[in-house]
Nanobody
Framework: VQLQASGGGLVQAGGSLTLSCAAS????????MGWYRQAPGKEREFVAA?????????DYTDSVKGRFTISRDSAKTTVYLRMNSLKPEDTAVYYC???????????????WGKGTQVTVSS
């Protein structure tokens, strides 16, 4: 499975961005998709996840609940992360990820995409 993330950039606090993750290769209905992020000097942390096939189940870390929305397209080729009300503490490199167990946050990741930088200015 290959994952290609895009959509990062520079935005002012309170603004919005949408990240995209295009999946290709041996994608499977058994996979769960998600986003992680890593801020400078910090460990990589879970952000959000979605069940790949149905798209019905989602999971968010507490700090982004109500502000971020994860979704996927009906063709099941792209996962999105809509980020609203961005804060400077959301600044990080965001990584797309895929795993075969749920909840994604508690189990190992099978595939990582290259990150995309999100910078939120105050």
């Amino acid at each position: 499975v290959q994952l290609q993330a895009s959509g990062g950039g520079l935005v002012q606090a309170g603004g919005s961005l949408t990240l995209s993750c295009a999946a290709s290769g041996r994608t499977s209905s058994n996979y769960f998709m998600g986003w992680y992020r890593q801020a400078p000097g910090k460990e990589r942390e879970f952000v959000a996840a979605i069940t790949w096939w149905s798209g019905r189940r989602t999971d968010y870390t507490d700090s982004v609940k109500g502000r971020f929305t994860i979704s996927r397209d009906s063709a099941k080729t792209t996962v999105y992360l809509r980020m609203n009300s961005l804060k400077p503490e959301d600044t990080a490199v965001y990584y797309c990820a895929a795993g075969s167990a749920w909840p994604l946050r508690d189990y190992g990741i099978d595939y990582w995409g290259k990150g995309t930088q999100v910078t939120v200015s105050s």
